[in-house]
């Protein structure tokens, strides 16, 4: 048996067909300064401008000692969020416990493309932690900021 079909001139990705469906209802804008700590530098500036749309001033830091001396030198900031799992020895729930100490009602905001369970399972994150897990979505970013800034 042999089946023909017609050749398609052109596939539609995704993000083309996300252009045609109908518009869901607008993300609220926030307000305050979020500490970005993101290695990768194609997420952090990703994630850069997801925050300025969303109505957020944000200062960025490649690494946690980048995001630890910026807090010292009196940087605001009203969140920190930061990736779990990150390089130069200092992980996300390290870059907290500092900043933390630095500044105490600090929100955190964790992201990581790990799942919640493996993180707790190998100590690496308590079970209260507000964690977004990667890839995430835009409106699901602006929740989770809203919720913690509340």
């Given at each position: 048996?042999?089946?023909?079909?017609?050749r398609?001139?052109?596939?539609?990705?995704?993000?083309e067909k996300?252009?045609?469906?109908?518009?869901?209802?607008?993300?609220?804008?926030?307000?305050?300064?979020?500490?970005?700590?993101?290695?990768?530098?194609a997420?952090?500036?990703?994630?850069?401008?997801i925050?300025?749309?969303?109505?957020?001033?944000?200062?960025?830091?490649?690494s946690?000692p980048?995001?630890i001396?910026?807090?010292e030198k009196?940087?605001?900031?009203?969140?920190?969020?930061?990736?779990?799992?990150?390089?130069?020895?200092?992980?996300?729930?390290?870059?907290m416990?500092?900043?933390?100490?630095?500044r105490?009602?600090?929100?955190?905001?964790?992201a990581?493309?790990y799942?919640?369970?493996?993180?707790?399972?190998?100590?690496?994150l308590g079970?209260?932690?507000?964690?977004?897990?990667?890839?995430?979505?835009k409106r699901?970013?602006?929740?989770?900021?809203?919720?913690l800034?509340?």
């Amino acid at each position: 048996m042999r089946l023909l079909l017609p050749r398609a001139s052109h596939v539609e990705t995704e993000a083309e067909k996300a252009l045609h469906r109908p518009a869901s209802s607008p993300v609220a804008a926030g307000t305050g300064v979020v500490l970005l700590v993101e290695d990768e530098p194609a997420v952090r500036e990703t994630t850069r401008r997801i925050l300025n749309d969303l109505g957020y001033r944000v200062i960025e830091a490649p690494s946690g000692p980048q995001a630890i001396a910026m807090l010292e030198k009196g940087e605001p900031a009203d969140v920190l969020f930061t990736d779990v799992i990150l390089p130069q020895g200092m992980n996300g729930v390290e870059i907290m416990r500092q900043a933390l100490r630095i500044r105490p009602n600090l929100k955190v905001l964790f992201a990581s493309g790990y799942t919640k369970d493996i993180l707790i399972h190998e100590a690496r994150l308590g079970a209260d932690v507000t964690l977004l897990q990667k890839p995430y979505r835009k409106r699901q970013l602006a929740q989770a900021l809203r919720t913690l800034l509340e």
